[in-house]
């Protein structure tokens, strides 16, 4: 099982920005693919945003395409997601997962490691 611990999220007004940041001990494993997930009580959880650990390939899903930005850096073992030009909609819990081999690089069935949240609220 491996240790995920997501920080930075925050209240922010719309159009602001927040980094979240995800300490991900594997990071550096060629073998996973780490992403950022977030869910609503009226949503199920939906990818937002992944990078290969092998290649740096990032993804990310049309809704956040253009404002948000995957990244890591290896010898701190983190990942992060910067977030711009923030919406009221993307008010969420935002989770960090990682998963080995991973084919369907945003589906959450993916990925059996996850951290417990970090929850990002955007005022408008």
């Known amino acids: 099982q491996v240790q995920l611990r997501e920080s930075g999220g925050d209240s922010v007004q719309a159009g602001g920005s927040l980094r979240l940041s995800c300490l991900a001990p594997?990071?550096?494993?060629?073998?996973?693919?780490i992403a950022w997930f977030r869910q609503t009580p009226e949503k199920e959880r939906e990818g937002v945003a992944s990078?290969?650990?092998?290649?740096?390939?990032?993804f990310y899903a049309d809704s956040v395409k253009g404002r948000f930005t995957i990244s890591k850096d290896n010898a701190k073992m983190t990942v992060y997601l910067q977030m711009n030009n923030l919406k009221p909609e993307d008010t969420a819990m935002y989770y960090c997962?990682?998963?080995?081999?991973?084919?369907?690089?945003?589906?959450?069935?993916?990925?059996?490691?996850w951290g417990q949240g970090t929850q990002v609220i955007v005022s408008s």
């Open positions: 990078i290969r650990t092998s290649s740096g390939r990032t």
């Open positions: 594997v990071a550096a494993d060629s073998s996973y693919t």
């Open positions: 997962a990682a998963g080995r081999w991973v084919a369907d690089i945003l589906g959450r069935r993916e990925y059996n490691n």
